[in-house]
């Protein structure tokens, strides 16, 4: 069974920074994305930004020039450094993987999500 483990949320002044991670575990051939999404009270669940396995990176344009995404495929896991954090930056936010769990063909990824963290941007 897939697992993704956030850690790294919490509470940080406006301007300040915070860096969450998150790693997969679990039985799978490979991961073919890893991103952030996050959830404001009353609001639809959005990208943040994601990465391929290739490097490949995409920003949602409100976090482009602040937030920075990487990955190591080595220890399947990924980070979001979110830098000149503002209080619209507060909301929940998810790992996510687009994993092939099975080897044999078609190989089609599958969602899987964590459990979400919390960020708080707030003075």
């Known amino acids: 069974q897939v697992q993704l483990v956030e850690s790294g949320g919490g509470l940080v002044q406006p301007g300040g920074s915070l860096r969450l991670s998150c790693a997969a575990s679990?039985?799978?051939?490979?991961?073919?994305?890893m991103g952030w999404y996050r959830q404001a009270p009353g609001k639809e669940r959005e990208l943040v930004a994601q990465?391929?396995?290739?490097?490949?990176?995409d920003y949602a344009d409100s976090v482009k020039g602040r937030f920075t995404i990487s990955r190591d495929n080595a220890r399947d896991a990924v980070y979001l450094q979110m830098n000149s954090l503002k209080p619209e930056d507060t909301a929940v936010y998810y790992c996510?993987?687009?994993?092939?769990?099975?080897?044999?063909?078609?190989?089609?990824?599958?969602?899987?999500w964590g459990q979400g963290t919390q960020v708080t941007v707030s003075s």
């Open positions: 679990g039985s799978f051939f490979s991961i073919y994305s």
């Open positions: 996510n993987g687009k994993i092939v769990v099975r080897a044999a063909p078609p190989r089609r990824a599958v969602d899987y």
């Open positions: 990465i391929t396995s290739g490097g490949s990176t």
